[in-house]
């Protein structure tokens, strides 16, 4: 053993690192050795070993038992016997994208972060969304929240950015999670309801518990049916906090606004969508980035100075409270781009492992109660779900920053670790891997030294008591449609509740204290008495709305990437597609032929006229909206074809825009449909640009009551 001083070390910081951020590019490459192709390549066992019959097991004699000996049937079978993992306990049902993030501009100012302090760098993101209560399999369309999970590979470690796609939540701190979580899952004895929260267990638990009234008041809106995954916003809900390289500390709220704007399904194509279309929303993000239509979102946040914080009604740190857009508006901070679809879904986006406790210099926690128990259950889940704690290594979790410690050996250790020393500090090994002080840019980690003076209690703090107000500030905000869709999606939710209690006690205890016009709608519809007044008194928020809270103020104003449908039968003017389908390819929409098959049809003018498939193989509730072209022949057998009709009724009922040739106006009157403000009749370009603006509003809302007549 050498007795003399080892050579003193550089710091890590001032050498390594510089390099590693020159690095990225090349550490991104070599994260390619772990995406396998296996093209031109011989069929192997998993240890190299050529195969040279996989068809059939090593027996004695063709007809004789099956010989242990056999490696290889016993390898390829064990390793199939192991292939499922336990799902996520909630958030099962996911699926994810490749992508990257950068920053408009030098943020240092707020943050030391170094991802967003250089806008001439791509941070390299990867996405996971998913519903909450259903497992694996469960549909995609159904009532329920979406989670909305961001990794950012940055130069300083990875950044895990794990929020939903509303900016609250149910229960104002952890301890209640569990409790929370198994009220919603499906109830203990049958396992139902699979992907829904209309059950008794559900309404039973958020009945008793006033805090989740702003947040189920959310999930009973039209938010928690996403029209796509790429149509919704992002929240980091919880309070954090950005820390600047002189330290000075500012409270944030994270958004991720998207760039296809926000709005929803309606609820009968919701439905309707979960049992036609289970992967709806996976696969329409898959195929947006196939085609190029690249989802995007521009990351904000809502600064509030330390100074300020105790300057709100609410308080900063609970968690069912949002800071209204009006008080404190979003300042842009850059923007993330998805443009990849992962290689593999069990590599990547099932095995990806989110904490919120990923954090990075400049970047820090509040003491948000909910936030707080969040930082231990996610690092403690993977533990069972990946098997142990080295699920850092496994390619989609591994930081592009160096990860050197002490840490070593466990269940599925892939690095082989050089050196003797596997603790700090050492002599042996050059004292490496050595701390990085903290510093303004590109130091060590160092937690923000807010001063904390006070008892050890069990308490909730005064400051989390009024939870009514501005769940009543969410329901002013809607528009007339959306409050319809709240008293109807309470309706629909209560009415699936057995016990009578439970309901009369949601609309008693909760509603009432929210709005009372929502109360006795809902209780009419249950056959419950209405309420007369709350429960518990509630100062209101000072605010009276909030247009920032309504869908109707966040489309994106184009039609860039919506899907319309095209019906044809033989006799169809070929002219008139090819002219709409123009016209939508100058919007950047997508447009489709349908005909009553998949084969081809036969133009008025005797062209072959090519189908992209048969109106029962793509049914209108997958797309926005529908055009009937022209062709005397064309529309006689659409009036007489079921499906056909059945395609325009439902997008009429589902309040989309639809646009006829004047050769089908006896269509209308078959179905006794009235032109409206998107039911458009015509062949001209001013037809088809009414039509496209009123693709660009999303939907017809005034056509709502009429549409509510027309059978289902
Ligand atoms: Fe989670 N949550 N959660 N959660 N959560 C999980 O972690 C938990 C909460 C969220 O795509 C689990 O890896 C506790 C709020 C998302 O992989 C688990 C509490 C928000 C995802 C867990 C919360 C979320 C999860 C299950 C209360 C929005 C999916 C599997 C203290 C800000 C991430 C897993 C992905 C997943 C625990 C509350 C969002 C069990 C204890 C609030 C998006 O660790």
Known sequence: MSNKTPPAGKSEAAGTDTLDRQNTNAKLESLEQ????????ALRTNHGVKISDN?????????????????IMREKITHFDHERIPERIVHARGTAAHGFFETYEDHSALTKAGFLRDPSKKTPVFVRFSTVQGPRGSGDTVRDVRGFAVKLYTDEGNFDLVGNNMPIFFIQDAIKFPDFVHAVKPEPHNEIPTGGSAHDTFWDFVSLVPESAHMVLWTMSDRAIPKSLRTMQGFGIHTFRFVNGEGKGTFVKFHWKPKFGTCSLVWDEAQKLAGKDTDFHRRDLWESIEMGDYPEWELGVQIVPEEDEHKFEFDLLDPTKIIPEELVPVTPLGRMVLDRNPDNYFAETEQVAFCPGHIVPG???????????????????????????NFHEIPINRPIAPNHNGQRDAQHRTRIDKGRASYEPN???????????????DGGFETYPERVDAHKVRER?????????????????MSHAEKEHIIAAYSFELGKVER???RARQVNEILANIDLELASRVAANLGLPAPTKGTVSVKPSSLKESPALSQMNLLSGDIKSR????????????????????????????????????????TADGQTLAVDASQEGLPSVAFDAVWVPGGADSIKALSADGVALHYLLEAYKHLKAIGISKDGKALLEALRLKEDAGLLVGDDDSTIKAFIAAIAKHRVWDREPAAKAIPA
């Open 34 to 41: 772990f995406r396998a192709d296996g093209t031109g390549q």
């Open 55 to 71: 068809q059939n097991t090593l027996k004695a004699g063709p007809r004789g038992p099956s010989l242990l000996e056999d490696f």
């Open 363 to 389: 970047i820090d926690f509040s003491n948000d109660p909910l936030l707080q128990g969040r930082l231990f259950s996610y690092t403690d889940t993977q533990i069972s779900r990946l098997g142990g704690p």
């Open 427 to 441: 002599s042996i090994d050059g004292g490496w891997p050595k701390e990085t002080p903290s510093a303004p840019i």
């Open 461 to 477: 703090s005064e400051s989390f008591s009024d939870h009514f107000s501005q769940a009543t500030l969410f329901f002013n905000s």
């Open 500 to 502: 009578e209690y439970i």
């Open 563 to 602: 899907k319309v449908a095209i019906l044809v039968a033989n006799g169809v003017d070929g002219k008139a597609v090819a002219a709409l389908q123009k016209a939508l390819k100058a919007e950047g929409a997508h447009a489709k032929v349908l005909g009553p098959t998949s084969a081809p049809v036969k």
